[in-house]
């Protein structure tokens, strides 16, 4: 795919930034071969989120929420960071102050070297207790099938927050007092439609952040963008980069 030129809008409103901060979603991984959960190349479109990722369905159906949690771990352990990951890791080191908020629970970003992530949606390499919360390292599905459990009695699930839970609060009064504060805040591969965190982008819009959108496709929220940069995120942003005159 032939590299997109960025407006100069954008590289300008990034060169004079004290303060960044930027949202991602599935779509950033989607180059390192991990499906998204919507939009063209969705592949858990076979797999609704919104009727497996919720505490009601691990309760009817412990075993097919731990099949599809087992299969996405044991994709993501061996997925890598892409380019996309790996700019945002340098942004760390070179803005003032930097924020990366993500919904995504496979710590790549970690991975390719950033330091501090907010993420809001959990870690699916973490497990806890469904009743007492108390955390239970990795623990998955045993070698015989059998399903783990904690020393209450409390089914052990993956550590991520589903549909009608709340996400962590510490983490949410950082994220969302960062992006209040934020002089360019940038959206990189979410549909938008999740909240409260897709709330971020009006809370960064309302405290007149110069908005920049980094997304193949026209999300609900796209509107409230100053510039939407269309392609994949592994191109687009260390084409940014570049353009800022960071080395990756
Ligand atoms: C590329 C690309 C490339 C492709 N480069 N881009 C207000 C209004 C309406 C509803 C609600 C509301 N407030 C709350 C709700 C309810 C609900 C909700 O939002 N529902 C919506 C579906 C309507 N929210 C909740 O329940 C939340 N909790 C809550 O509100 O608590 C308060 C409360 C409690 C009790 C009672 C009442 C209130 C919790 C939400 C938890 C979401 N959890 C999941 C699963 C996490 C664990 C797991 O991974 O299994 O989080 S669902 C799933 O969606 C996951 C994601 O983080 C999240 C967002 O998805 P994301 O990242 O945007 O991915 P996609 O696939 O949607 O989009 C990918 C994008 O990438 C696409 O646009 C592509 O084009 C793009 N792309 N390739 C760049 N190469
Ligand atoms: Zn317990």
Redesign the pocket.
Known sequence: MPVPSIPEAAIAALSSAEAVAAFT????S??SGVP???????LWRTYR??EL?TPQAFEADPRTVWEW?TF?RDLMAKSNPNP?HYALARWERHFPHFSLVT???DGLHHRAGSQVVYEL??N?CRSRCHWCRKPAGDLGVGPDGELPHCACGGPIRPD????????PARTVDDAWKDVRQTDVFVS??????????AGLIEIARSAGAFMIE????E?ELSGLFDVCLRG???IILPEVSRRLGLAD
Not at 160 to 167: D, I, K, P, R, S
Not at 188 to 197: L, R
């Open positions: 979603g599935a779509g950033i989607a180059e998204t959960f919507r939009g063209e190349r969705g989120p919104e990722a949690y996405r996309g919904q995504n629970v949606h959990g699916i991520v927050v589903w549909f009608g839970e709340t996400l990189v591969g979410t549909s938008s439609i999740v909240y409260p965190a980094v997304n193949p496709e999300t994949p995120s592994g």
